[in-house]
């Protein structure tokens, strides 16, 4: 079965940078669409960036410009760069896996805090 584990959270000053790992495991990493959510305290969880088995890649609009998502297939990751962080971007970050229709697969979680 697919499992996803998170790493890089952390804590940063407003203007920093981050970046983001999941490791994938327990089935063929590139036929899987990945990306991250974020569920800030008291908000309802939203997606922050996917790439897709063919490496499309999409973003929220508040995130456009400063996060880059990327995956490296041989290695089964992957990564969120997060630069300019500004502190609304504090949340529990989650990396997810898709395939087609199947049910998501969701990591654990990691926190980044950004402090003003």
């Not at 407003?14 to 990493?29: K, M, N, Y």
């Not at 036929?31 to 973003?59: C, D, H, N």
């Not at 697969?105 to 926190?111: D, K, R």
């Amino acid at each position: 079965q697919v499992k996803l584990v998170e790493s890089g959270g952390g804590l940063v000053q407003s203007g920093g940078s981050l970046r983001l790992s999941c490791v994938f495991s327990g089935s063929i990493f590139s036929f899987y669409t990945m990306g991250w959510y974020r569920q800030a305290p008291g908000k309802q969880r939203e997606l922050v960036a996917s790439i897709s088995s063919g490496g499309v890649t999409s973003y929220v609009d508040s995130v456009k410009g400063r996060f880059t998502v990327s995956r490296d297939n041989a290695q089964n990751t992957v990564y969120l760069q997060m630069n300019s962080l500004k502190p609304e971007d504090t949340a529990v970050y989650y990396c997810y896996a898709q395939r087609a229709a199947r049910q998501r697969v969701w990591g654990q979680g990691t926190q980044v805090t950004v402090s003003s």
